[in-house]
């Protein structure tokens, strides 16, 4: 475990995610996840990213790659989360093999990106909707739009602390919190050009400006931003456009998080991104050297299969097998 970037090689722009006693990666054209098992031992799940023209012309305009990016992000991560899932507390072998096996297969990626997809939507509807409630329950002391948005945007942030407080309470959550910082920590290895060692990696700081934790802050900050330019009354016609805002205030987030992690390196203006770091105070932990272990090798397998594509990949861990080590899913 030593690789860094080459000298001279332009900085990727990696991400991941955190999952059940694992982590993912994703690369220009494939994710990776590697999953530690009731064994000890590590397992890897690999999906090639599909191909698709529309979706990458979509991608590359302004406003909108946000929203694309965030659904594509969502059914991907599902079915890396599903094989976390599944596998992190069986032991190698004692996998539940599914009748129909393909069929299986192809029905239970689709179910679950979809699954993934609506639960993105559902929960921006709840974290957006129920502090309108609430500040139009309080209009006989906020009557004005000014007080009535700053209500909405307080109750907003207080919802989204409150539950990420209390599911952070949880063992298994605490512990995908982990993985979160030991996922950060890897990349910011990577970014500082620093050889993939545990040691090396723990000393990063388990804070990104790319992460998601800030995206989600982010929207509570545009938001309200934006929520001054619309009426509030009656308040039909504020349900109505607080609906039809989302994925503006999606859009317009995603490039304010660009536009932070464009300037983390520039003096003054470099905290523009502290909110979001401020809330990954919350949404990660510092990780043990066995998650770091887990997101190194996720990493690792990444930029092995990018650089060498994934039947050179299958060779060399047919390979390795002998030492324990598992092939490419």
Not at 139 to 152: N, R, S, V, Y
Not at 225 to 250: A, E, G, M, Q, S
Not at 272 to 294: A, H, I, M, S
Request: charged residues 20%; proline residues 5%.
């Amino acid at each position: 475990m030593g690789k860094c970037m080459k000298k001279g090689q332009q900085t990727p722009a990696y991400g991941g995610q955190a999952l059940v006693e694992g982590v993912m990666f994703g690369g220009k054209y494939h994710t990776v996840a590697a999953v530690r098992r009731k064994d000890d031992s590590i397992d890897y799940f690999h999906l090639p990213k599909e191909k698709n023209n529309i979706r990458m012309k979509l991608k590359k305009i302004p406003f909108v790659r946000g929203i694309v990016a965030l659904i594509e992000s969502a059914g991907v991560g599902s079915r890396h989360l599903t094989f976390s899932s599944e596998r992190y507390d069986v032991m190698p072998g004692d996998e539940v093999v599914k009748e129909k096996e393909e069929t299986s297969k192809l029905t239970m990626v689709l179910g679950v990106a979809v699954v993934g997809v609506l639960s993105l939507l559902f929960g921006k509807f709840v974290f957006t909707l129920i502090p309108v409630f609430l500040a139009q329950a309080l209009l006989f002391i906020a009557p004005g739009k000014t007080e009535q948005i700053l209500l909405e945007s307080l109750f907003k942030l207080i919802l989204l602390l409150s539950y990420i407080s209390l599911i952070s309470m949880t063992p298994l959550i605490k512990r995908v919190f982990q993985y979160h910082g030991a996922e950060h920590k890897v990349i910011n290895a990577y970014e500082n050009n620093l050889p993939m060692t545990i040691e090396n990696v723990q000393a990063q700081s388990r804070l990104h400006f790319r992460c998601g934790s800030s995206f989600m802050l982010f929207t509570v900050i545009v938001g309200m931003f934006i929520y001054f330019l619309v009426p509030t009354d009656p308040f039909w016609l504020r349900i109505v456009n607080r609906i039809l805002l989302i994925p503006v205030v999606l859009g317009i987030s995603f490039e304010v998080l660009q536009l932070t992690n464009s300037l983390r390196n520039i003096p003054v203006l470099k905290y523009l991104g502290y909110p979001g770091l401020w809330l990954q105070l919350l949404t990660t932990k510092e990780p043990d050297d066995q998650q770091v272990e887990v997101a190194i090798a996720s990493f690792e397998r990444l930029l092995e299969i990018e650089e060498f594509g994934v039947e050179a990949m299958k060779v060399a861990t047919k390979a390795d097998s002998e030492t324990g080590t598992v092939p490419v899913t």
